[in-house]
């Protein structure tokens, strides 16, 4: 799945106009598993979104490919990318009754005039080429219409079934160039798939591209699945599950679709998340009414004990560099966040705000602890570490459970409204002025990030 | 290897902790459990009633097959005692059903604590009827959280009455 990117010096043969060797394919059907993308609605945003345009990307040649003609698909990249770039709230597409037919030589020698005439003062080209070893090259290039300067450009090389990829990779490439942020739109979203009523729901769990496309079910909804976590290097994802009415913690091969058990022992275990590292798990363990936080090696083995107070102790996750674990626990009554030392020294409370605190996640960058603030209602905060700065960023009935975009920029949650309604995704941004929410095919909960894909 | 042994002593303590807290109560001073006050929702119970230690004959007499909590407790109180009495002296009499005894939660609260407090109420049920003498080995606990309710109302009345242990006894 490794993209290598084409050599400078076929992206300078493109400059030159240089179109070389394109051997045809033979037309095949666009393959059924591939599904497009779906919409949704920014609500809110930053005040000053950046005009930029996206127009169509040319094909030196159309060719038919497993993925479609390769002019069709030059139409669709450039709508992948917009679509990205409007849904991060910092962007705001030129509307595409303005946006002008772009030729090859264009791609790399833009019309600066035309497209500041448009208001636009960033423009993203690029072209969509066959190649001739079966695969698929998008170029990509970025430019600042005000100064009429190149900005930055790369190429994609990506399997014609990876094509939607290619355009995640350049939007990412425009994003992190512009805003300063890390990339986050070439990665994956699990969540728990939920349909029918609230008192016999079947719970599913379901991958997806970060823009709700290639959706598919990793589980049939015979048992119910709650809380799966991506591990950090993409290649499991653990959950837990209630298969034979023993609700335990597995570990799921995403090549294989194998799962497994990751702890043999008679009580329930869940809420895991994996170690920055992807070798660990911590979990909980319920004995008797007694949860207490765990680790155990991600291949399995004896567990490790890492809190021993009476009382829940639960909803772990590692900070980035894998020394210190947030948690909550109601030993000093109701839910509140602790930090502690990755082998359970040095426990210390950080939430000391009015209600409760809950299912506290580390950002990757290490700054901030997004959770979920209980009193009247569910809502999304952030605090630093030591738990300072808490600002909250949402206010609904019940939003709950959020998850960090590999960039510790935007958070994930999930949103319950009162009575029998399904719950839904929804995406914010640190600053809580950018919400939005992600479509997905049925309800939804308990969302979570994988790293970004490389 | 430690940490499990480390955790069968705290589930022993745990037990005796369960056992204490319940204990406040005189067994004397608890009312006689009342019998035959359910009338059982699988059919007409015929000349003979329903079998003998099936769920059927559970549900006619027991006086429920289920308790209720205070929000975010786990706590057992009078009433629940006389109806897992019930419980426990048809157990006794039937001591070869084994049961489940399910542990609920209604929806205002986080879905991994949850887990952990239906975890707690299943428990609570548990040690009382092993402290009125059902062995513990018959019985096993298992928490739904918030994600089995019976009610489906976003208001004080549903949550009441999802905030429940309820005691399963096998079909047939």
């Given amino acids: 799945m490794a993209i290598s990117l084409p050599t400078i010096s076929t992206l300078r043969r493109f400059a030159l106009g240089l179109c070389l060797a394109m051997l045809g394919s033979a037309a095949v059907a666009q393959e059924a598993g591939i599904s497009g993308p779906i919409e949704g609605d920014v609500i809110g945003g930053i005040s000053n979104p950046t005009a930029i345009a996206v127009p169509d990307m040319p094909t030196p040649r159309a060719v038919d490919t497993p993925a479609g003609n390769t002019a069709d698909l030059g139409r669709q990249v450039a709508r992948v990318i917009e679509d990205n770039l409007r849904n991060s709230g910092f962007f705001n597409p030129v509307e595409r009754q303005f946006l002008r037919d772009v030729d090859m030589p264009q791609v790399t020698a833009p019309d600066y005039p035309a497209w500041s005439q448009v208001g636009a003062q960033n423009l993203v080209q690029g072209y969509v080429q066959a190649g001739s070893n079966g695969r698929l090259t998008v170029g990509c290039y970025l430019y600042d219409v005000f100064a009429q300067a190149p900005l930055e450009r790369a190429g994609y090389e990506v399997d014609y079934a990876d094509w939607r990829r290619a355009a995640h990779r350049c939007a990412d490439m425009v994003y992190a160039r512009l805003t300063g942020e890390g990339a986050y739109f070439d990665s994956r979203i699990v969540y728990v798939a939920e349909s029918g009523p609230k008192d016999n729901r079947v719970r599913r769990i379901a991958v997806m591209d970060t823009d709700g496309a290639n959706h598919r079910f990793l589980t049939n909804g015979q048992s119910i699945v709650l809380t799966p976590r991506f591990a950090p290097d993409g290649r499991t994802i653990t959950y837990m599950s209630y298969l034979n009415d023993e609700p335990r913690v597995y570990i799921y091969d995403v090549e294989s679709g194998r799962q497994r058990l990751l702890v043999n022992a008679p009580y329930m275990t869940f809420a895991p998340r994996y170690s920055p590292d992807s070798r660990y798990v911590v979990f909980s363990m319920a004995v008797n009414g007694n949860s207490d936080i765990y680790r155990v090696a991600v291949s399995g083995g004896q567990p490790v004990r890492l809190t021993n107070t009476p009382g829940i102790d639960t909803s772990a996750s590692y900070s980035p560099d894998g020394r210190r674990i947030v948690f909550e626990s109601d030993r000093s009554g109701g839910q509140q966040l602790y930090v502690m030392n990755a082998d359970g020294s040095n426990q210390r409370r950080i939430s000391f705000g009015g209600g409760r605190y809950a299912t506290p996640e580390w950002s990757p960058r290490g700054n901030l602890i997004a959770f979920t603030r209980l009193g009247g209602g569910f809502r999304i905060g952030v605090m630093r570490p030591d738990g300072s700065g808490e600002r909250i960023l949402t206010n609904s009935w019940q939003d709950e459970g959020p998850s960090w975009a590999p960039n510790g920029r935007v958070i994930h949650f999930f949103r319950t409204p009162r009575g029998n309604a399904l719950p839904t995704l929804w995406s914010v941004d640190v600053t809580g002025r950018m919400i939005r929410r992600l479509p997905t095919p049925v309800g939804a909960s308990d969302p979570s990030w994988s790293p970004l894909r490389n | ?172």
């Fill in chain 2, 1 to 172: 290897m430690t940490q499990f042994s480390r955790t069968a002593i705290f589930l022993a303590a745990g037990s005796a902790l369960a056992l204490g807290a319940c204990s406040r109560e005189a067994p004397d001073d608890l009312p006689p459990p009342p019998v035959g006050t359910t009338t059982p929702d699988t059919g007409p119970t015929g000349p003979t009633g329903p079998a003998p230690g099936s769920r059927a004959d559970f549900l006619a007499q027991a006086a429920s097959d289920t308790i209720f909590f205070e929000t975010d407790s786990y706590d057992i109180d009078p009433e629940d005692r006389a109806i897992l009495d019930s419980q426990a002296a048809w157990l006794l009499a039937n001591p070869s059903v084994r049961v489940t005894i399910e542990g609920h939660c209604d929806e205002r609260g986080t879905r991994e604590y949850n887990l952990a407090l239906g975890e707690r109420r299943a428990n609570a049920a548990a040690n009382y009827l092993s402290a009125r003498g059902v062995d513990a080995s018959r019985m096993t606990v298992i928490s739904y959280g918030k994600e089995r309710p019976v009610a489906l109302g976003s208001d004080p009345a549903s949550w009441a009455q999802n905030r429940r242990a309820v005691t399963v006894v096998p079909i047939g």
